[in-house]
């Protein structure tokens, strides 16, 4: 079984709905990220989480919100979509280590389409 | 504040040849550097890392090598395969400055390997 799953895996929606997109992981992780990666320009951090009391903005966090319901579960909400929210969504985990290091595990991505 | 860039794509080589990723890096603190590889469909997976000046990572054929001096990690390998095929993200994480340890990725370089 993966160890971290995202739900839905694809989702067309129209402009102004609300979308949940859910992550859920069995890594034992305190960490977990939302990124969204979009053609020519990478992944961009959208929100973090260093545990369920720790919630930060990333990159580009206006137009979302986010829940963490427990270590192993992160809820990334869209309020109102709009056509620009198209993309793929990456949720991912990382534990650091003594050594400093923060590799991170991503899931397999939803594919999120507003029409 | 730290930032990534890396060789722009597509990068189109035929079976067997030698392949170079080129991978600079801005960082305020020390970072660990990170390659990972997205196949297609799937989400990111680490292929390779290391964590301080002078460190070579490697992993099913690749290579790279932390250059502190170039702020340089860029990714090799001698002989690659169709089953190469994908987009390779290079990334840091500077657990000890502004970013709080998040990974900063470049934009992806997509990797066409022709029989």
């Known amino acids: 079984d993966a160890d971290v799953t995202q739900t839905p895996r694809n989702r067309i929606t129209k402009t102004g709905k609300r979308i949940m997109l859910e992550c859920s992981q069995t890594?034992?992780?305190?960490?977990m990220y939302w990124y969204r990666q979009d053609p020519g320009l990478g992944l961009r951090l959208i929100y973090y989480?260093?545990?369920?009391?720790?919630?930060n903005k990333g990159e580009i966090s206006d137009g979302y919100s986010v829940s963490r319901q427990a270590q192993a579960k992160f809820s990334l909400s869209l309020e109102s979509a709009i056509p620009n929210q198209t993309a793929l969504y990456f949720c991912?985990?990382?534990?650091?280590?003594?050594?400093?290091?923060?590799?991170?595990?991503f899931g397999p991505g939803t594919r999120l389409t507003v029409l | 504040g730290n930032s990534v860039t890396q060789m722009e794509g597509p990068v189109t080589l035929s079976e067997e040849a030698f392949l170079t990723i080129n991978c600079t890096y801005t960082?305020?603190?020390?970072?660990?550097l990170f390659w990972y590889v997205q196949y297609p469909g799937e989400g990111l997976q680490l292929l390779l890392k290391a964590t301080k000046a002078d460190d070579k990572g490697s992993n099913k054929g690749f290579e790279a090598t932390y250059r502190k001096e170039t702020t340089s990690f860029h990714l090799e390998k001698g002989s690659v395969q169709v089953s190469d095929s994908a987009v390779y993200f290079c990334a840091l994480s500077d657990k000890y400055g502004g970013s709080q340890g998040n990974l900063i990725f470049g934009k992806g370089t997509k990797l066409s390997v022709k029989p």
């Open positions: 989480s260093f545990d369920v009391k720790d919630i």
């Open positions: 960082a305020t603190g020390y970072p660990s």
């Open positions: 890594k034992g992780h305190d960490r």
């Open positions: 991912a985990t990382s534990d650091p280590t003594g050594s400093g290091t923060d590799t991170q595990y």
